[in-house]
């Protein structure tokens, strides 16, 4: 399974769930008495889920770190061998997790066992994540590291709607929604915004995805021309903030399939 930190669960989380959160109806939260979020990380939608359902909410991750900034009740344990008793939970759901699985089947019927009720994951897809920016050359640059990452990733990270792996393991009267995950970049800049725009300038942001994107079909060379083509996008990104005139709206889909057991 990959992993994550803190930092980027926090930066790739941010907002989500903020403005509209009709995409989870389907998951009948105030009706819910036990949920469990499975891969909660740092609670982002762990939050979600204890603001909408008046019963509890238990959030698991496999890293305890993690778990550290996420209120009890928690569990630290694996996706694929949960630490729960059979029909232990009335939901159980998962956001951006099935995607760094190698084998989200595996998940999918654990999440099948402890669940007496409902199973729901709220998966992106990743290949058609899209970007608008002021600086002209980014959305392109972008749209070229993200086929050549998710060429190299070890993972499916464009799974989306998880209709046929539900059906696979026996869930039933299957609902998919999609959820658009917008963030955007305007004037005032946050801090993070600022040191993401460093992050471009530098290469840094690339260079933490280099192993990924050597290990699909991508050249060193095909690597070090993106590279170098990408922190001239971002000292262009830079300097439009300085004269407060960049503006970025991205736009990840994701896609929340629910099934009863």
């Given amino acids: 399974m990959r992993q994550f930190t803190a930092e980027y669960l926090d930066a790739t989380r941010e907002g989500m769930w903020a403005d509209s959160r009709e995409a989870l109806a389907p998951l009948d939260l105030a009706a819910r008495e036990r949920v469990v979020d499975v891969g909660a990380g740092t609670g982002k939608l762990t939050r979600v ?5 008046g019963g509890e909410v238990v959030a698991l991750d496999a890293d305890p770190d993690l778990l550290g900034e996420v209120p009890p009740p928690v569990a630290a344990g694996d996706a694929t061998r949960l630490p729960f008793r059979d029909d232990a939970f009335d939901l159980v759901v998962c956001q951006a997790l099935l995607v760094n699985l190698p084998d989200p089947a595996a998940a999918i019927r654990e999440f099948a066992r402890v669940s007496r009720d409902a199973v729901a994951a709220i998966e992106p897809d ?12 980014e959305s392109p640059l972008a749209a070229r590291a993200r086929r050549l990452y998710l060429d190299g990733v070890a993972t499916d990270a464009t799974l989306g709607g998880v209709r046929g792996q539900f059906e696979d393991v026996g869930l039933s009267d299957i609902e998919v929604t999609r959820y658009d995950h917008v ?3 305007e004037p005032p800049y946050s801090e993070r915004a600022v040191e993401a725009a460093r992050r471009k300038a530098s290469g840094a942001g690339l260079a933490a995805d280099r192993e990924q994107i050597l290990a699909g079909e991508a050249t060193r060379e095909e690597y070090d021309d993106l590279r170098q083509d990408w922190r001239a996008m971002g000292r262009e990104v830079v300097d439009q903030m300085q004269d407060r005139e960049y503006r970025h709206r ?12």
């Fill in 49 to 53: 889920l204890r603001e909408e359902t």
């Fill in 183 to 185: 963030r955007i970049v």
């Fill in 126 to 137: 990743n290949s058609a994540v899209s970007i608008e920016s002021t600086v002209d050359a």
């Fill in 250 to 261: 991205e736009t990840v889909p994701f896609f929340v399939t629910v099934g009863r057991v």
